[in-house]
């Protein structure tokens, strides 16, 4: 299988498709945003409503990454808990971030509400799963941190869990209230749809080619047209591609994989997430379970679906939906597909301080709710000139050794986990 996005249920099912067309001569604008995912559209819809002038362009179609096939769970903070990352950031800094990505999901579903993005939201909260009882000692650990620092999350016993979940699988789990899920292709271009509606200038199929500085100015190249603008804003994230004249931040490139079943009938849907909490569990090499809104569902893992151990990955798929919810033993997957997630070395997302710009990457897994939030609050830096607004201070160097040999390497874990797990 390859990373064609049209393999997703989310590009079957996407009701948001912005009008679009390649960029021809040449622009000039306040800003220009290279990448159309959920952090460019954002800031292009942030700095086009402070009434600045941009241009975003995106190499293929608006959310054609991540941001277009990632599981859909909008939640509230990152994967690493408060006091993780306090200790890589400090604690003033560390509970500012984690302050500002507790209110992400407010961001994204303000957002859906007021641009009547189609986007499938729902906010009954995320299950933070036990795949095993010691996985009950990891989510006490995170209840506690959070609840310190004043989030609304409760912990839920075995069977308070089992019944939300549908499964007697489940060990016990990490309720947070303030989380939901979305069709994330759909927000995707629910964004860019709004951002064009507030003056912004979007054009799809236009790849970077080169990008200088001229008198003051960022020149960007593309194939059959070329943008001048003041400010800057990289948001390839996992997607980056080659441009003369940049060089995109390196990260480790770990992928993930989901296959959706056909709707589940009424009565299996009254039993398995009768809620619609989005999920996701406590194991080392995890794994993710919800439903959209015509009741079908949807099960990932690490993983990537376009190389030998593809059919180990598949293979587990089947076994796992079995495993967890043994009444679906033996139903098809409809439609699978993977994408890439941009992890640093810290488990942290970076910005990254520019000429008159920012680069921001890195979310880790958590795209929905950090990417928006840095790309609103980058293009409101930016437009203001107050870089106080940023989400975490701007740094000026990166660097991330043997990261592709640290990205095979969660690859081949995965594989051989999938191989052995969840069998009878």
Not at 118 to 134: D, F, I, M, Q, Y
Not at 176 to 199: K, M, S, V, W
């Given at each position: 299988?390859?990373?064609?996005?049209?393999?997703s249920?989310?590009?079957?099912?996407c009701?948001?498709?912005p009008?679009?067309?390649?960029?021809t001569?040449?622009?000039?604008?306040?800003?220009?945003?290279?990448?159309?995912?959920?952090?460019?559209?954002?800031?292009?819809l942030k700095?086009?409503?402070?009434?600045?002038?941009?241009?975003?362009?995106?190499a293929?179609v608006?959310?054609?990454?991540?941001?277009?096939?990632?599981?859909?769970?909008?939640?509230?903070?990152?994967?690493?808990?408060?006091?993780?990352?306090?200790?890589?950031?400090?604690?003033?800094?560390?509970?500012?971030?984690?302050?500002?990505?507790?209110?992400?999901?407010?961001?994204?579903?303000?957002?859906?509400e007021?641009?009547?993005?189609?986007?499938?939201?729902?906010?009954?909260g995320?299950?933070?799963?036990?795949?095993?009882?010691s996985g009950?000692?990891?989510l006490?650990?995170?209840?506690?941190?959070?609840?310190?620092?004043?989030?609304?999350?409760?912990?839920?016993?075995?069977?308070q869990a089992?019944s939300?979940?549908g499964?007697?699988?489940?060990?016990?789990?990490?309720?947070?209230?303030?989380?939901?899920?979305i069709?994330?292709?759909?927000?995707?271009r629910?964004?860019?749809?709004?951002?064009?509606?507030?003056?912004?200038?979007?054009?799809?199929q236009?790849?970077?080619?080169?990008?200088?500085?001229?008198?003051?100015?960022?020149?960007?190249t593309?194939?059959?047209g070329s943008?001048?603008?003041?400010y800057?804003?990289?948001?390839t994230n996992?997607?980056a591609?080659?441009?003369?004249?940049?060089?995109?931040?390196?990260?480790?490139p770990?992928?993930y994989?989901?296959?959706?079943t056909?709707?589940?009938?009424?009565?299996?849907?009254?039993?398995?997430l009768p809620?619609?909490?989005?999920?996701?569990?406590s194991?080392l090499?995890?794994?993710?379970?919800r439903?959209?809104?015509?009741?079908?569902?949807?099960?990932?893992?690490?993983?990537?679906?376009?190389?030998?151990?593809?059919?180990?990955?598949?293979?587990?798929?089947t076994?796992?939906?079995?495993?967890?919810?043994?009444?679906?033993?033996?139903?098809?997957?409809?439609?699978?597909?993977?994408?890439?997630?941009?992890?640093?070395?810290?488990?942290?997302?970076?910005?990254?301080?520019?000429?008159?710009?920012?680069?921001?990457?890195g979310?880790?897994g958590?795209?929905?709710g950090?990417?928006?939030?840095?790309?609103?609050?980058?293009?409101?830096a930016?437009?203001?000139?107050?870089?106080?607004?940023?989400?975490?201070?701007?740094?000026?160097?990166?660097?991330?050794?043997f990261?592709r040999?640290?990205?095979?390497?969660?690859?081949?874990?995965?594989t051989l986990?999938h191989l052995?797990?969840?069998?009878?």
């Amino acid at each position: 299988m390859t990373s064609d996005l049209t393999t997703s249920l989310w590009h079957q099912t996407c009701q948001e498709n912005p009008a679009s067309s390649v960029l021809t001569g040449e622009v000039t604008a306040d800003l220009v945003v290279i990448g159309g995912g959920y952090t460019g559209c954002s800031a292009a819809l942030k700095a086009a409503e402070m009434g600045a002038s941009v241009c975003l362009i995106e190499a293929e179609v608006f959310g054609h990454g991540g941001s277009g096939r990632n599981v859909g769970l909008v939640n509230a903070g990152l994967w690493l808990p408060p006091e993780d990352i306090n200790t890589r950031l400090g604690p003033v800094k560390g509970n500012a971030l984690s302050q500002a990505l507790g209110k992400a999901p407010d961001l994204v579903y303000g957002l859906i509400e007021r641009h009547g993005i189609s986007c499938e939201p729902v906010r009954n909260g995320t299950l933070h799963c036990a795949h095993a009882p010691s996985g009950m000692q990891d989510l006490q650990r995170r209840a506690d941190q959070l609840q310190s620092i004043g989030a609304p999350v409760r912990l839920l016993d075995a069977a308070q869990a089992q019944s939300r979940v549908g499964s007697k699988a489940i060990h016990g789990a990490l309720f947070d209230p303030r989380a939901g899920t979305i069709q994330p292709l759909g927000f995707a271009r629910g964004l860019a749809r709004a951002a064009t509606a507030a003056g912004a200038q979007l054009y799809d199929q236009t790849p970077a080619t080169a990008i200088n500085r001229n008198n003051g100015h960022w020149q960007v190249t593309t194939p059959k047209g070329s943008i001048r603008a003041k400010y800057l804003v990289m948001a390839t994230n996992g997607y980056a591609r080659a441009i003369t004249g940049y060089d995109a931040p390196v990260i480790v490139p770990v992928h993930y994989f989901q296959g959706a079943t056909a709707p589940l009938s009424p009565a299996q849907q009254a039993q398995i997430l009768p809620g619609l909490e989005g999920c996701w569990d406590s194991a080392l090499v995890m794994s993710s379970w919800r439903m959209d809104q015509q009741g079908r569902l949807i099960i990932g893992a690490m993983g990537a679906l376009d190389h030998f151990g593809s059919s180990i990955h598949q293979s587990w798929l089947t076994r796992k939906m079995a495993a967890v919810f043994p009444a679906l033993t033996g139903a098809k997957f409809e439609s699978q597909w993977f994408g890439r997630i941009a992890m640093t070395q810290e488990y942290l997302p970076k910005v990254g301080k520019l000429e008159d710009g920012y680069v921001s990457f890195g979310y880790s897994g958590r795209g929905i709710g950090p990417g928006t939030l840095f790309g609103h609050k980058i293009a409101e830096a930016l437009i203001s000139g107050d870089e106080s607004l940023l989400p975490l201070p701007a740094s000026t160097g990166h660097s991330l050794p043997f990261a592709r040999l640290r990205g095979a390497y969660y690859e081949a874990g995965a594989t051989l986990t999938h191989l052995v797990k969840d069998r009878i």
